[in-house]
């Protein structure tokens, strides 16, 4: 027993073992709070709600290699200025509307979900809406109605009617439009934004 190197003895690699997970464990809850930090709503790359009521854009950041979203000038929704807690309101009512009517079972949301549609991270920079004046109506059309609004977003499929209402369409909306804002590092990758007029 006495001839086994202290390297090759089980009592040294016990205690590796204990310290390696302790070490691990630390680090496990440093990066938790690094990332819940990260993807807080009014951080760097999550924006506040009430970027509702400004205009996105989408730009090529030479810098960083990559289109990144830009916050523009006013642009309420709906022709609302809405204060935080409204915007919070109107987005939650978009969130769970997702969620409650399953839109990813066909769609993608910042990459996760199913692949028969398309990705909805960016569907508020759609070229697919014609024009900015037109954006919003368009989007409530298509959303209550999709069936008789169909329009063409590069696909040759259809999405069928969810029976989903104005105020929800409206909720759906604004949830897209923050969610465009979101600085995804670029992805989608290749996505041409539609043309907007003003800073
Ligand atoms: C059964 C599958 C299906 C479900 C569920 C579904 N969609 Fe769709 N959706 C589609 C298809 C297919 C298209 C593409 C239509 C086209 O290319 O003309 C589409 C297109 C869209 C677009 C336009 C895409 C763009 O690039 O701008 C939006 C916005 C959208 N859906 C939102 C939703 C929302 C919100 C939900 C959930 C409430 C939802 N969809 C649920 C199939 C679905």
């Known amino acids: 027993m006495s001839d086994t190197p202290w390297w090759a003895s089980q009592d040294f690699w016990r205690k590796c073992a204990i310290f ?23 951080s ?23 289109y990144a979203p830009v916050i523009g000038g006013e642009a309420p929704l709906f022709a609302t200025m809405h204060t935080e ?10 969130k769970l509307t997702v969620q409650a009517k399953n839109c990813m079972n066909c769609h993608t949301l910042l990459g996760n979900g199913a692949y028969y549609a398309p990705d909805l991270t960016k569907a508020w920079l759609d070229p697919g809406w014609g024009n900015e004046q037109s954006r919003e109506l368009l989007m409530t059309l298509f959303l209550t ?12 499929r259809r999405m069928p009617d969810l029976g989903i209402t104005d105020e929800e369409a409206r909720g759906v909306i604004a949830f897209l439009k923050w969610l465009s804002a979101v600085d995804t590092n670029g992805f989608p990758h290749g996505f041409e934004p539609l043309p907007q007029g003003g800073p």
């Not at 807690?85 to 978009?94: C, S």
């Open 20 to 42: 390696v997970t302790a070490f691990m464990a630390v680090i496990l809850i440093i990066l938790t709070f690094d990332t819940v930090d990260a993807i807080t709503s009014g």
């Open 145 to 156: 109605d999709p069936v008789s609004n169909a329009r063409t977003f590069g696909t040759n």
């Open 44 to 66: 760097d790359r999550v924006p506040a709600y009430d970027v509702i009521n400004y205009r996105i854009g989408y730009e090529f950041d030479a810098e960083r290699n990559m």
């Open 85 to 94: 807690e409204e915007a919070r309101a109107l987005v939650d009512l978009g």
